[in-house]
């Protein structure tokens, strides 16, 4: 199953969505913030609350001086002009909402209404009118005042806003802060799932295969199995048969050569089938290496001299440089040592020798058998030791093709490897290459009284 699409994974995925929606909104009502702060008008309510007091101010100055005669009326309406445009600047735009939310819209427009009800009067104002001058001068005063309690207002309502602002820029922080820590957690979580259900997935392929091998392995197993007990059977059957129907007209030498194929046969089936046992108990652990001291010399001795009367003579030993005693699993090396000779005999000519050396090679004990025989094919070379593999040259020989195999994994076991060198057509020369455990003394007398 794969890990993205599984229930885990999908809630995972959709607590990051979750997560990242809500970071992203926050990042938004951050900007939208601080959007806020900086476009915020109340700098523009005082600066130009300023400028209407200064303005106010300056007409104050402008009416005493035209009193006295000094500026002519147009520069006196000029200043007038000039404050109502002032005033004229909260009456649009967005200081009007600017100067409502502060609560002075009430005092602006009666600004406006004072200084519509001067302008009327300011028309005919002659620089003798005493009362309508000090009145003018009044109402200037008047507004300058009101204009500075509306800066005033603009600068603290200016300093709570953006206190308020600064309020919500750390909330939203702390927001994002904790989203991220979130959305992090999230992403992990999602790694993890993702992560374990691609091993559980690699795992369930690797069993996959690991079943389709055993059962491709099955499968040759069993075709080569029969076969290779089908011909033995054969023999048995057919000498059983003739010695039924002919056993009372038989010459002895016949029906000792009948005996002896019948015996043949049933020795074949039992190496075989202790092939066969032997490779499935080591797949299953049932066979343990145990080392101990043991005589190589005896032991390759013992193999050759059971093997059939007839092949006996055909085995040349060359053991000089084989060290005597060395620690190994008698049992395992027995067994690797009997199927490179068997193997050797069966795979060459019934009048060609096969040579069995051994040596030391450095800090390992190297035991060689070499024979004459079909050889291996050099495309064939690097399967020979796969089970149920054999080569083509092979093709009209009995074997299963479990023997290499057998004797690779002993190898294994003692710590050491099968070197295999062939021509095809020529021969072959397999070797045991393994480390040389020394044996003390007391362990070899010990051996030896065994």
Sequence with gaps: MRPWI????????????????????????LAVNENRLSGEPAEGVIWFSSQGQYEAMRLADTILLY?????AHDDLVLRFDLLD?????????????????????????????????????????????????????????????????LANAGMLDGRDRQESVRDGRRRILFEVLGYLLATLLAGVLVAIIVVRGLRTTVRAEAALQHEREISRLHRAFTSVVSHQFRTPLSIIDASAQRMLRRGSVM?????????????????????????TLNAARLDQGEISFHARPSDLHQLITAVCESQPDEDQTRI????????????????????????????ALKYSPSSRSILVRGGKWGDHVIIEVEDFGVGIPADELAFISERFFRARTA??????????????????????KLDIRSVEGKGSTFSLIFPHRQVDQEQTVAAHAE
Excluded: W
């Design 85 to 149: 445009s002032r005033l004229g600047l909260f009456e649009a735009g967005h200081l009007t909402r600017r100067i409502a939310d502060m609560g002075y819209d009430d005092e602006v427009a009666a600004l406006r209404t004072t200084l519509e009800s001067h302008r009327v009067g300011l028309e005919n104002m002659q620089p003798g009118d005493t009362t309508a001058v000090l009145e003018l001068h009044e109402m200037a005063q008047s507004v300058a005042q009101t204009l500075r309690d």
């Design 316 to 343: 040349v030993r060359s053991l000089d440089g084989l060290p005597r005693m060395a620690m190994v699993d008698t049992t395992l090396l027995e067994q690797a040592v009997q199927n490179l000779i068997s193997n």
């Design 251 to 275: 010459s002895p030498d016949e029906i000792t050569n009948r005996v002896n194929k019948i015996r043949n046969a049933c020795q074949r089936l039992t190496r075989l089938m202790e092939s």
């Design 67 to 71: 009193e006295s005669g000094r500026i």
């Design 6 to 29: 599984s229930r885990p994974f999908l809630v995972a995925a959709l607590a990051l969505t979750v997560l990242f929606v809500l970071l992203l909104t926050a990042v938004i009502r």
């Design 395 to 416: 093709e009209g020989i009995a074997g299963t093709g479990i023997g290499l195999n057998f004797v690779l994994q002993i190898m294994n076991l003692h710590g050491g």
